[in-house]
T-cell receptor, first 111, second 117 residues
């Protein structure tokens, strides 16, 4: 059974700071990694996908992948109160592509 | 991104009744859809994989006779919770992936909050 581990938090950062969210996964053969944001009572919303080692930047978000360490992270620059949500790390499992989710890290950005 | 629409967004039903949840891919055809369940303060857990024109594949511990999945067309999958009980109260979410994009990002419906009283 593949596993995805995240620190549940809460992670609290001041507005304008960098929020760093971390995730580890158990299956060394995993190839596709995703970060989703979930507001309370809502369904997950895709933030970033990453498939290769290194960094991938999209606006204020940077995803980092290190397959050797089985580690993927998400950096949020210039954090805003509207970024306050639970961030879910997900890895694809199986040939049909279902996702295995971590338990999520709750982020709180204080004004 | 691709649009996946789920209906209803919220439903309250009496114990012992059945509830049907619909999941539609609006701008693409989805041969495979996924059904997840999320309990409060927990992560999403895959319940079953829905395949168009064939039987769904259920995860271990998910009762296939209780959670009926029908994927009769390339744009619609339904989940029916039969003989619902209070412990079935949860947030049910479907997802789908655009065909031809490989194992890339999946898009989620809005979710259905089921409360069984």
């Amino acid at each position: 059974q593949k596993e995805v581990e995240q620190n549940s938090g809460p992670l609290s950062v001041p507005e304008g700071a960098i929020a760093s969210l971390n995730c580890t996964y158990s299956d060394r053969g995993s190839q596709s990694f995703f970060w989703y944001r979930q507001y309370s009572g809502k369904s997950p919303e895709l933030i970033m996908s990453i498939y290769s080692n290194g960094d991938k930047e999209d606006g204020r978000f940077t995803a980092q992948l290190n397959k050797a360490s089985q580690y993927v992270s998400l950096l949020i620059r210039d954090s805003q109160p509207s970024d306050s949500a639970t961030y879910l790390c997900a890895v694809i499992e199986g040939s049909q592509g279902n996702l295995i989710f971590g338990k999520g890290t709750k982020l709180s950005v204080k004004p | 991104g691709a649009v996946v629409s789920q209906h209803p967004s919220r439903v309250i039903c009496k114990s012992g009744t059945s509830v049907k949840i619909e999941c539609r891919s609006l701008d693409f055809q989805a041969t495979t859809m996924f059904w997840y369940r999320q309990f409060p303060k927990q992560s999403l857990m895959l319940m079953a994989t829905s395949n168009e024109g064939s039987k769904a594949t259920y995860e271990q511990g998910v009762e296939k006779d209780k959670f009926l999945i029908n994927h009769a067309s390339l744009t619609l999958s339904t989940l029916t919770v039969t003989s619902a009980h209070p412990e079935d109260s949860s947030f049910y979410i479907c997802s789908a992936r655009q065909p031809g994009t490989g194992l890339t990002e999946a898009f989620f419906g809005q979710g259905t909050r089921l409360t069984v009283v």
